[in-house]
Nanobody, 123 residues
Framework: QVQLVESGGGLVQAGGSLRLSCAAS????????LGWFRQAPGKEREFVAAISWSGDSTYYQDSVKGRLTISRDNAKNTMYLQMNSLKPEDTAVYYCAADFAGSRLRRGNAAYWGQGTQVTVSS
């Protein structure tokens, strides 16, 4: 069982930066693939980024490549999403997710989800 808690969301101007964190409970944190998803008002939840259990492999949605960076610190049971050059279209609730199977996680079928943190980018 894994419990996930996101933090770091807020209001930022276009071109600004935010760093989201996802703190996890559980002794097997380092065994899980982790990811970030987002859901904008009136839209379906979409994949943003994912990272393997070791941190050696990362995956990104095309629209965020070069602007968002996913990372993890297994010693701290925490995952991060560094968000730079933010755009109004990045406005959404951001969710972290965890699953033993990275492919299942990237399809949006992760076993564990956080409650979400709001990111709002003003133009």
């Amino acid at each position: 069982q894994v419990q996930l808690v996101e933090s770091g969301g807020g209001l930022v101007q276009a071109g600004g930066s935010l760093r989201l964190s996802c703190a996890a409970s559980g002794r097997t944190f380092s065994s899980y693939a982790l990811g970030w998803f987002r859901q904008a008002p009136g839209k379906e939840r979409e994949f943003v980024a994912a990272i393997s259990w070791s941190g050696d492999s990362t995956y990104y949605q095309d629209s965020v490549k070069g602007r968002l960076t996913i990372s993890r610190d297994n010693a701290k049971n925490t995952m991060y999403l560094q968000m730079n050059s933010l755009k109004p279209e990045d406005t959404a609730v951001y969710y972290c997710a965890a699953d033993f199977a990275g492919s299942r996680l990237r399809r949006g079928n992760a076993a564990y989800w956080g409650q979400g943190t709001q990111v709002t980018v003003s133009s």
